[in-house]
């Protein structure tokens, strides 16, 4: 993702929107997580889960920008986002691609090309998205 | 004598229940310590594991939204980019 971040930053916007926590310790935890010591209880409060975010940012030393979604989970709601999931939005607001559900439907190259794709057809010059 | 020897065996039938409620306490509803933390336990609770209707399809126009940045600082809204670049979102969480 951070390959993709850098060879594409200065023509798409790329945001990491972080949303609630797939297997937190009082939900599934699976134990890969128990190994690398990623051990969190589902955030109750705003502040919790952006302190989360945070060290998931950081540790992961992202260089893409961090959106956190609200505790209503309504971003995660509307895009049936959880546990992650990738799209990309077209300068016409419109879907342009949308991944299957994580982990399994996580596909990076398959956002890439269809970015690249996306870039081909829509070159910025005619930015009025149609 | 009789009527001390009944009291023991109450006081003693007592704590063994105290006992097993602890243990059963310890291991929760999805199944025991150990089973957790192999990660082979089934989620405990079905209610934890939300599922949201995924109604999107490519082509419609994506919800827009306003979040936060993980700095708290700024707010970003999906449709500030209309008309000038497209955006990939990349939705996941730590664990």
């Known amino acids: ?130 | 004598m009789r009527c001390s020897s009944l009291w023991l065996t109450a006081i003693i039938t007592a704590g063994l229940f105290v006992c097993v409620q602890s243990v059963m306490a310890q291991q929760g509803p999805g199944g025991s310590q150990r089973d957790r933390l192999r990660g082979q336990g089934r989620p405990p609770r079905a209610r934890r594991i939300p599922r949201f209707r995924d109604t999107l399809k490519v082509g419609e126009k994506a919800p827009d939204f306003e979040l936060k940045t993980v700095d708290g600082k700024k707010t970003v809204r999906l449709s500030s980019f209309r008309g000038k670049r497209p955006v990939l979102l990349i939705f996941g969480s730590y664990t």
């Open chain 1, 1 to 130: 993702m951070e390959r993709l971040y850098k060879a594409y930053r200065d023509r798409v916007a790329i945001y990491v929107v972080y949303i609630r926590e797939a297997h937190p310790e009082d939900g599934w935890q699976v134990g890969a997580n128990v190994r690398e010591k990623v051990i969190f209880t589902q955030p109750k409060t705003f502040e919790e889960r952006s302190h989360i975010a945070k060290t998931f940012c950081t540790k992961l030393k992202l260089s893409i920008p961090c959106l956190i979604d609200g505790l209503d989970d309504k971003v995660n709601r509307a895009y049936a986002a959880w546990p992650d999931r990738l799209y990309i939005v077209g300068r016409d607001g419109k879907i342009v691609y949308k991944g299957g559900p994580g982990p399994r439907g996580f596909k990076p190259s398959e956002a890439e090309r269809a970015l690249r794709e996306y870039l081909k057809k829509h070159p910025a010059e005619s930015a009025d998205g149609q």
